[in-house]
C-alpha cells in the first residue's frame, strides 16, 4: 500500500502541561535537539510520506513555523560564522506542509474532518501527537509493512498495544477475530473505553491509523454524547461491514507524551535539551 498524505491532529490545548502551554504548543516540547512533533514528521518521512497536513487550533500557528525556513536568521548566523548552529536549523524542502483548524474541540474525528477537502489520495495516514514508537521501525512503517500482508486493498489498519485489562476505560479496544501472523490481527468489532470487565480483549489503539478516504463520509454521521463528539472509532465501527479492519501490534516501545509522566518517559529515553 502506497500512502503519501498523513494527517497530524494537534489541535489540543495541552493542559496537563499548563502553564508551560499557555505561551508554547505542547507538541514544541523537546526530546533531544528536537520537539515532539519533529520526532512525528520525521517518521512520516522516513516513511515516504511528505504531503502533511497539521490541524491545530489558534495560537498554535508556531508548530507550521519550526518546519518553514527562516532565511533572516540564517543570514544573521552566517555573518556571525555560526556555523554549527545553521547546520542545526531544521529543513524540510522537500516536504509539503498544509494546516487547517480544529474551531472546536468536538472529538478526534471531529478534528481530522476538518482535512477531508485536502485529501487526494486513497489512503491517508493520521498520526496522533501524544504517542512516540521507539524501537527499529516506526508506527506508520509498521503498518505500511502490515498492509502488504493482507489481501483487502480497501481496508483500514490500526496500531495496538497490549496494555492492563485495569486501562481498557482509557482506549478504544478491538475485539479479534482471527490472526494473519503473531502481530496482525483481523478486527470484528471495537469498542470505546469499555469496563474492564467487559472488554472484548487487552489491545487498546495508540495513536496511528491508516484509513480510507470512505472513512471521512461516514464521521460527519457519527455525532454521539451529550457533547456531540465525533470520534474516529465511531466511524470505525460504523463501516465495519464494508471496510475490513486489521489491527497490528506494534513492535518496540509506545511511549504517551500526552502526559507528565509520559514525557519525562520519552525524555528518559530521548533526552532533554540536547544537540546532535
Known amino acids: 500500500m502506497k500512502i503519501t498524505q498523513a494527517i497530524l491532529p494537534v489541535a489540543g490545548l495541552g493542559t496537563r502541561f499548563l502553564p508551560w502551554t499557555k505561551a508554547v504548543p505542547k507538541e514544541l516540547l523537546p526530546l533531544g535537539n528536537r520537539p515532539i512533533i519533529a520526532h512525528i514528521v520525521d517518521e512520516c518521512i522516513e516513511a515516504g510520506i511528505r504531503d502533511i497536513c497539521f490541524v491545530i487550533s489558534h495560537g498554535k500557528e508556531a508548530i507550521l513555523q519550526y ?44 478534528a481530522i474532518l476538518q482535512a477531508m477537502g485536502w485529501i487526494t489520495s486513497p489512503h491517508v495516514a493520521v498520526l496522533f501527537g501524544d504517542d512516540l514508537f521507539v524501537g527499529a521501525a516506526s508506527g506508520i512503517q509498521q503498518l505500511l509493512a502490515a498492509s502488504e500482508k493482507v489481501k483487502d486493498r480497501e481496508c483500514a489498519l490500526v496500531a495496538v498495544e497490549n496494555i492492563p485489562r485495569e486501562d481498557t476505560r482509557h482506549y478504544g479496544v478491538i475485539d479479534p477475530d482471527g490472526a494473519v501472523d503473531r502481530r496482525l490481527k483481523k478486527v470484528k468489532g471495537l469498542v470505546e473505553k469499555p469496563d474492564p470487565a467487559k472488554a472484548p480483549s487487552t489491545l487498546g489503539i495508540v495513536g496511528r491509523y491508516i484509513i480510507p478516504r470512505s472513512i471521512f463520509a461516514a464521521l460527519p454521521r457519527v455525532r454521539a454524547g451529550k457533547d456531540g463528539e465525533i470520534r474516529l472509532i ?43
Do not use: M, W
Open 67 to 110: 518546519f518553514q525556513d527562516d532565511p533572516r536568521l540564517e543570514a544573521a548566523l552566517k555573518k556571525r560564522g555560526k556555523t554549527d548552529a545553521l547546520r542545526r536549523l531544521p529543513h524540510y524542502k522537500n516536504v509539503r506542509f498544509h494546516v487547517v483548524y480544529q474551531e472546536e474541540q468536538l472529538g478526534d474525528g471531529h
Open 234 to 276: 465511531d466511524a470505525l465501527i460504523a463501516q465495519l461491514k464494508t471496510v475490513p479492519i486489521y489491527a497490528l501490534e506494534c513492535a518496540g516501545t509506545r511511549i504517551d507524551t500526552g502526559t507528565p509522566e509520559g514525557y519525562a518517559k520519552a525524555v528518559k529515553l530521548l533526552g532533554g535539551i540536547g544537540v546532535s
